[in-house]
């Protein structure tokens, strides 16, 4: 089993950053990816938000393109997003989602969440 822990959220001013973390650990072989997912109120489905995969290579919705970075360290197992320039419509729980393989089985994993809430 591999435990995913997030960290990081809480209520910011428009405009303004927060930086989200999120830590896996337990029976780990090899990541392929981590990213964040986030579910808006009121709505059903969680939205991609951005990934970073065991090579390097970024992926990000097009509503925080520029706005939010993510990064990684390898050896913590661990994923970072930086958000900047934050508006109301980035409200949401935000999740972290592992993909790791073990041998030639790949599983998902998903941390429990972390509120942002951006208001004045």
């Known amino acids: 089993q591999v435990q995913v822990v997030e960290s990081g959220g809480g209520l910011v001013q428009p405009g303004g950053s927060l930086r989200l973390s999120c830590a896996a650990s337990g029976r780990i072989f090899r990541i392929n990816m981590m990213g964040w997912y986030r579910q808006a109120p009121g709505k059903q489905q969680r939205e991609l938000v951005a990934a970073i995969f065991s090579g390097g290579n970024t992926n990000y919705a097009d509503s925080v393109t520029g706005r939010f970075t993510i990064s990684r360290d390898n050896a913590k197992n661990t994923v970072y997003l930086q958000m900047n320039s934050l508006k109301a419509e980035d409200t949401a729980v935000y999740y972290c989602?592992?993909?790791?393989?073990?041998?030639?089985?790949?599983?998902?994993?998903w941390g429990q969440g972390t509120q942002v809430t951006v208001s004045s």
């Open positions: 989602h592992v993909l790791n393989t073990v041998q030639t089985t790949t599983t998902t994993y």
